[in-house]
């Protein structure tokens, strides 16, 4: 009976890391202040271009420098996939903020099941204005081995930020 419930559990695992394989890092986003209209409006529609400020470390340097240099290629890439346009110019929404927390699996993690994530307190700002349109937490995790190191949480905290904007961006404006 014990090695039964062993192998299923083994078995499981397999399962979740060839998913996690396939969907890679995960990304959430809670909203802190917002002065837009409704995200069902969809009010990002006249932005052009969304430029990501390099991130600060608000962790006293132990944020790992990868993190800040695979962000805006993981950022791209997360714009790519949901189809919103980046021009290089036009009408511009800066993505600035800090990373508040970063947190690599421990070997106890690791045995118990990996968890890794980032945390970044990040302000959209119209850049033509430098008005703050929303203040947001966004967070970058890894629940699977296969999706463990730095460039996976900085596909997590990049999807974190673009979900935030795809929510709030139209579907007639994206690209085919």
Request: with cysteine.
């Amino acid at each position: 009976m014990i090695s039964a419930v062993v192998m299923l559990g083994g078995c499981s695992t397999a399962l979740k890391e060839t998913v996690g394989l396939a969907t890679g890092a995960r990304g959430s986003v809670t909203v802190l202040e917002e002065s837009l209209a409704a995200k069902e409006a969809k009010p990002l529609g006249a932005y052009e271009r969304f430029e990501l400020e390099a991130l600060a470390d608000d962790m006293g340097g132990q944020v790992p420098p990868e993190l800040f240099s695979h962000l805006p290629r993981a950022f791209e890439k997360a714009l790519a996939a949901k189809k919103i346009p980046n021009a290089r110019a036009g009408k511009t929404l800066l993505i600035r903020g800090k990373v508040l927390h970063y947190e690599d699996s421990s070997v106890v993690g690791k045995a118990l099941g990996p968890l890794e994530f980032v945390v970044a307190r990040v302000q959209f700002v119209d850049k033509g204005t430098g008005k703050v349109l929303a203040t947001a937490n966004c967070v970058g995790r890894t629940t699977t081995r296969v999706n463990l190191g730095v460039a996976r949480k900085a596909e997590g905290l990049a999807r974190a930020i673009v979900k935030w904007i795809d929510e709030r961006f139209p579907q007639d404006k994206r690209l085919e």
